[in-house]
């Protein structure tokens, strides 16, 4: 056998064994509509179906903008890495803002009344632990901007979840008391320049996780401001928010190495 022929022998089995890895896996991802006090929602759910279960499940908490594209693809990279992703829907089904305007009223309201908020992502927890793939006892939430917030609420409401990760999401610290209600690990991913969480803000959320001796991690990315992980932020930082592809990869591996602690998994 030449050189050449061995070279093309070498190339047809990988080609071959990389189809047939590609063919053994087959990612679901559909909506999952639920009910919550009358009324209807639907959020997403993705999962690989070649992959035996119980597997680590992930809850996604949306953006201000509602359960988006953005969302779906969340979801969809974790399935594809052996998580089962759910999003939850905290507006409502049929509930999706046109502009920036309707996301900030949407996403005020629930800030304001952080009750609402946190039902809304205890019955999320809820939809996501009564999925058959899903190992219960292995459950991470992890949420951008608005549903950073919204990841943190759940913890402070005193959720059980072993991990919970916000990218860019509000560092303030309403209730401090509530600190002592958290079970699970803390990861907040926030950029070094984000003018849209105050200093105030970030130094009481530290001294949050502190006095109730939560077991916590904050990472802070220079150079980087809100929405850093977010492509339709665009790449001006003077805006306030924009999209910083270094800071989005780190900051993705650093939740991959947190799952692994908190929940096993490889990193």
């Not at 509602?66 to 594809?80: D, P």
């Not at 805006?239 to 800071?247: F, P, R, S, T, V």
């Not at 939740?255 to 490889?266: C, D, I, N, P, V």
Request: charged share 25%.
């Amino acid at each position: 056998m030449t050189i050449k022929d061995l070279s093309l022998l070498i190339a047809s089995v990988a080609f071959v064994t990389g189809f047939h890895d590609i063919a053994q896996s087959a990612i679901v991802s559909r909506s999952i509509e639920y009910n919550m006090v009358g009324k209807k929602f639907e959020g997403l759910i993705a999962y690989d179906d070649q992959l035996k279960g119980p597997l680590p499940g992930v809850l996604v908490a949306h953006n201000w903008m509602g359960v988006t594209n953005q969302t779906k693809e969340v979801v969809e990279r974790l399935a594809q890495e052996g998580f089962v992703a759910v999003a939850v829907d905290i507006y409502g089904k049929d509930v999706r803002p046109k502009n920036a305007e309707e996301a900030s009223a949407l996403a005020g309201g629930f800030k304001k009344d952080r009750t609402s908020l946190r039902n809304r992502m205890q019955r999320g927890l809820k939809l996501i632990k009564e999925q058959p793939q899903v190992d219960k006892n292995r459950i991470a939430v992890i949420g951008y901007c608005f549903g950073g917030t919204a990841a943190i609420e759940l913890a402070r409401a005193g959720a059980d979840a072993k991990a919970f990760v916000s990218f860019h999401g509000g560092l303030d610290s309403p209730k401090p008391a509530d600190g002592a209600r958290i079970k699970g690990r803390i990861l907040a991913l926030h950029g070094a320049d984000d003018p849209f969480v105050a200093a105030a803000d970030l130094a009481a959320f530290e001294d949050e996780m502190r006095k109730n001796k939560v077991d916590w991690q904050l990472i802070q990315y220079g150079g980087a401001v809100h929405s850093f992980t977010e492509k339709e932020a665009g790449n001006d930082n003077s805006k306030g928010a924009a999209y910083n592809e270094q800071a989005a990869k780190r900051s993705w591996i650093a939740m991959r190495s947190f799952f692994a602690e908190t929940l096993g998994t490889k990193p």
